[in-house]
Structures are given as structure tokens and as C-alpha cells.
DNA sequence: CTGAAAGCGCTTACAG
DNA sequence: CTGAAAGCGCTTACAG
């Protein structure tokens, strides 16, 4: 394999000016750049890039955390950070943690080596004082209280009782929720604003309505057969993901249980799924978050100081409510 | 940062008794290994990943190149190849492609420039000619004419006929199939052994029969409605992926059309969504040849010779046949 | 068990 | 516009 030195031979010229050719800087005669071409060509050369990253002491990638890219709402918040990472020419590296610990902290441990530039958290299992022992360019998808990192996030409290209200409003009163876990910041914002909810409408609040792990489809048909089995049923679910609203409700709907009339179902994402079934959901914008999210890593990269954004979230009315 | 010339100095001993110690070799005295991770501790060591690389000159990444992991069969693909990664400790680096050509070429010369030890095509839209221009460890997720890379794949053709084999058995005649697109390995051998099939039981071939661009659920409701419209109807539509099936189900039943009475599904994936609602699929195990593709990537990385391997396909029979 | 030295291949401040 | 030289930080064959 030709290297630098090479093409500086053959073309006659110094490697400082080989180098200066292939990163397109000005200051090259015309004469000099074209032999370096022509020497390139010759030696079919390709630029090593360890070497370069060692030379400039970045990796042009950044990684992605999240614990498993098999589910609809990681893959469009990747898909959206992937369409942002190509147009500036970045890598992408993808951490699969399963919400373990230990593969969270490697991920950072790749961070400290280099291996990548800045990490974006998607969702995280390590509690925030561990996760504040690690230095370098970290986003997360979440709001946290860290104030060291730059977070992007919506306002699940917010949200959340926007969603209420509007059970509340449709006449509801016996509401229970489910959530994909109930640690997280996420959740912890979510429970609060259900139960000033409750509080407001004289409900008392019941640990038991509060269901979690819940995040595939078949959870939500699980679901169903929880809430067949109550003796005293929420007239309504508020289900914090597209894809355990859609085996609720397809499951009610085999077992002849009416929606909304028996059981209304309101949900989070405002995925392809929910638009197909015809759930009403609340669309928190997960490929634009995946964009931004992208964007302000590259910025603290860069050296910019921490940003916050909370994005927008909107009620998407269909039949379910 | 402290390097590895700070550690030898502060423990006494030579650069090569530390890399010896980073590295777990033998041969270095219980001595003088304390006294560098001792001196490793003080100074705060990260290893430079970059050096690493440039010095042994690989990454210890391959690449996934992909057209969008926002899709239930990529995700699934992915999350078996990150699986697998995972226990033998290799970077997943992705190229999100959307089949544009150019793109697929970027992640070609990303290999070509080492940033990634070998690469693995989920789906791709280059062409077979093109693709052999390139030199470097690549495995194929399908078949290819191509001798020079290792495979693997589903055997479409064969798997293709058995479900239409099913069709015809349950007695329809008139059987319309939906492809993801046209062009690519995995259509080709569809489409021969639908008329193949077709033949044999007398039927015309007829071109419009073979619908394409369809990936996503709402995919699958527009297929619905060309059904519809059609004068002379197929009784039954071979879909080749559940999202697209689940679509095509779900507006036949808003729209009061019996399935499978007025019209037969019969999907591929055995993904999550078809046993939710139902349809009768193929499983072809995604996950498992995400799995199977990184052992042999990685198998041909460490200079072994080109497999080629075959995966099962089995039929679930549920409801929509 | 140990170390001096060459090698991996690029970038860039500095001097001209 | 141009180049010599230092620097990035590790690995490893070789000699002992």
C-alpha cells in the first residue's frame, strides 16, 4: 500500500505538499498539485485514516446508546441522528446496551479511548451521579439534572397531563397508565403528573394502575388480559408507546371489547402503526429529536457550551378516545 | 494526557514492558507490572485508541450498510449483528443508505481507507459488476453471481414457490404478489418462481400482478385500495413483508372485505406485527441471519475462505390464508 | 523477563 | 508557494 511518502517520491515533491493536496488546501501551483494527482492515481492510493485521526486526535464518529434498535421509536430516533450525521460526513457507531449497566459504561470507556468523538445517550440505565465521573462531549435524549450535559427532551410532565386532561375532559375518571419502565427521568415526570391529575379530580391514586415494562406489541396484548381481569376497571389506559397501545387495542378488539366505549385508549409516538389503526396518540416528533439531538452534540464537539431544548408535542385525535 | 512514554518514565521501565502490561502479555514480572498499573492509576492512562489502530492496522469495526434501519426487517437484521459484535467485542459502524448508489460507494471507500475491517451489505442497490470493483472483506445479505464474497440468504426462489405451493393449495388460481422493488437479487428469484408457479397451474403471467414499492404499512393500505379498484381481482396476494401485509389486512377489514374469504394473505418476516394480527407468514428468521453474517464476516476478516450459507424458512399458518 | 529502536502514516507550526 | 522536522501514541521483531 502507497503511502504519503510514496506519492512525495514519485511526484517529487515534499510530503507536507502531498498532504496539502489531499486535504485541498490552497497555497499548492497547479504544477505541484496535478503530479501529486497523477502520482496518487499511479500508486492507487488511499489514505489511511487511524493515521489521520491519530495525527488530529479526533475520529470524525460519534456513538449511539440506546438499548436495542429493534423497536420502532430507537430506530426512528436513529434514523433521524443518521440522516443529520451524513450531512456532515460523520460516523456513526452504535452501542446495543439492553439497558445494561456495564455496556453503558463501555460506551463511555470508548469515548474517553476516542474511539469516538461524542455520545448520544437515547436512553440510559446508569444513574446521573455515575454517568457524571465521565468526561467529554455527551448528549442525552432525556431532561436530567445535570447541568454539565446538553440535553434534548419533551416535556413528559407537560405531556402527560396535557394527554390526562384530555381523558379527563372526554369524561374520564378511572385512568390507569403504563409505561415502558418505571425507573427513568422519563417515567418519574410522567407518574407525577398522573397523580396531580388524580388529585385534582378527587381519584386516589392506585400503585397497581400504574403498570410498566411494557414496550412491544405483545405487551400490550398482555395488557389487555390484565385489565379483563380487574374487578375494578379504568374506563381508560394511557399508554406511553405506539406499539403497546396497538396490542391493546387489537386484542380488545378480538375479544369484542369496544373502543373508547368499553375501554379508551390514549397513546405516545404517533408512529406509522398508530396512524394505521387508527390510535389516538400524542406525536412527540421522534425523528426530528434524533436531528437535533445530532446537531447539538456536533456543537458541544465543537466547544460550544451546554444547550437545552425541550421540543414540541402534539394530540393527534383519531378514534380510540 | 498521560501517554504511554509518562507511564515508563514514572515506573521505571521500558514503553515496551507497559504495552506489554495494557495488552496482558506474559513474561512481565509481578514487579514491574504493579509498579505500572501503579504509575497507570497515578497519571489518570487512557490508551489512544487511534495509535492502536494505526499500529496494527485495523479498527476492530465493521460496518453495516443498510437502506434505513427505521424498518422492522433492518432493525431485526441489525440487532442480531449487534448481538453477536457485542461478544466478540467489535465496533458497529452504520451507513444508512436510503439504496442511493453513492452512498453505498462511501461506505465502500470508508473500507478502502480502513476506517472499518470489513463490511456487511444488508440490501443494496449497486450493482454486482460495480460492487467487484472493490477490494476488502464484504458479506452479502442475499445471494449474488458474485463467487468473491461470502453470502448469506434465504433461499427466495424455493421459499417463494412453497408459499404460493400453499396458495394454490388452498385452492386460489389468481394470485397477485407484492415485492418490496423489483430490481435486486431477492425479487429476481421471486418472480421466477411465480411464473414458474403460475405456469404450471395454467395461469397467464400478467406483469401488473407483480406490485413493488412497498415496505411500509401505509405501503400496504394503498395496496388495498389498488385491489379495490381492480375489475378482474386475485383472490389471494403474496406480500413479501408484514408491514406491507399488515396494512393490506387492516384496510380489507375497515372496509368490511373478508380475509381470507374475498382475499387471501400470505405474508414473509414472521415479525411481531404478524403474529399480532394474525398472518399467515414465512418466518426467515432475520435475527438470526444478522447473527450468522457477522461469524462469517468476521471469519473471512481473519483470512478464511468465502462460505456461503443458506438459512430455513418455515410457513406459520395463522389466519389470513 | 526486558528494552532500544524501527515502524504504522498522517498533520502542522515554523521558517523560508 | 514549499519543505524539513517534530509530533500524534502505540506495537512488535529482534537481540539480549
Chains 1, 2 share one sequence.
Not at 502531498?18 to 501529486?36: A, F, G, L, M, Q
Not at 389506559?237 to 380488545?252: K, M, R, Y
Request: hydrophobic residues 40%; charged residues 25%.
Amino acid at each position: 500500500m502507497a503511502n504519503i511518502k510514496d506519492i512525495a517520491e514519485k511526484a517529487g515533491v515534499s510530503v507536507t505538499t502531498v498532504s496539502r493536496v489531499i486535504n485541498n488546501h490552497p497555497y499548492v501551483s497547479e504544477d505541484k498539485r496535478n503530479r501529486v494527482l497523477k502520482a496518487m492515481e499511479a500508486l492507487e492510493y488511499t489514505r489511511n485514516i487511524h493515521a489521520v485521526h491519530l495525527s488530529k486526535g479526533c475520529s470524525n464518529m460519534i456513538g449511539i446508546v440506546l438499548p436495542t434498535v429493534n423497536l420502532p421509536y430507537f430506530a426512528e430516533l436513529i434514523a433521524g441522528i443518521a440522516d443529520a450525521a451524513a450531512e456532515s460526513g460523520i460516523h456513526l457507531s452504535l452501542f446495543q446496551t439492553n439497558y445494561d449497566v456495564q455496556k453503558e459504561i463501555f460506551a463511555l470507556s470508548q469515548l474517553k479511548q476516542r474511539q469516538v468523538d461524542g455520545l448520544i445517550f437515547c436512553s440510559k440505565a446508569i444513574a446521573d451521579e455515575k454517568l457524571m465521573e465521565w468526561e467529554g462531549p455527551i448528549l442525552l435524549c432525556q431532561n436530567s439534572d445535570i447541568s454539565r450535559f446538553p440535553t434534548i427532551s419533551i416535556p413528559h410532565q407537560e405531556a402527560f397531563r396535557y394527554g390526562l386532561d384530555y381523558l379527563i375532559a372526554k369524561g374520564h375518571k378511572k385512568i390507569a397508565i403504563c409505561l415502558a419502565r418505571k425507573k427513568g427521568m422519563n417515567s418519574h415526570f410522567r407518574i407525577k403528573a398522573y397523580k396531580e391529575a388524580l388529585e385534582e379530580i378527587g381519584e386516589v391514586f392506585r400503585e397497581g394502575w400504574v403498570m410498566e415494562k411494557a414496550i412491544t406489541i405483545n405487551d400490550g396484548k398482555a395488557l389487555f388480559h390484565k385489565w379483563k381481569k380487574w374487578e375494578e376497571k379504568p374506563t381508560a389506559i394511557f399508554v406511553a408507546n405506539d406499539q403497546v397501545s396497538a396490542g391493546l387495542l387489537l386484542e380488545a378488539r378480538a375479544h369484542k371489547v369496544k373502543v373508547p366505549k368499553e375501554l379508551a385508549i390514549l397513546s405516545v409516538d404517533n408512529h406509522e402503526i398508530s396512524q394505521a389503526l387508527g390510535i389516538t396518540t400524542i406525536d412527540i416528533q421522534t425523528k426530528e429529536m434524533g436531528k437535533q439531538a445530532f446537531a447539538m452534540l456536533k456543537k458541544r464537539i465543537q466547544g460550544q457550551s451546554n444547550e437545552r431544548k425541550v421540543l414540541d408535542y402534539r394530540l393527534i385525535e383519531r378514534s380510540t378516545v
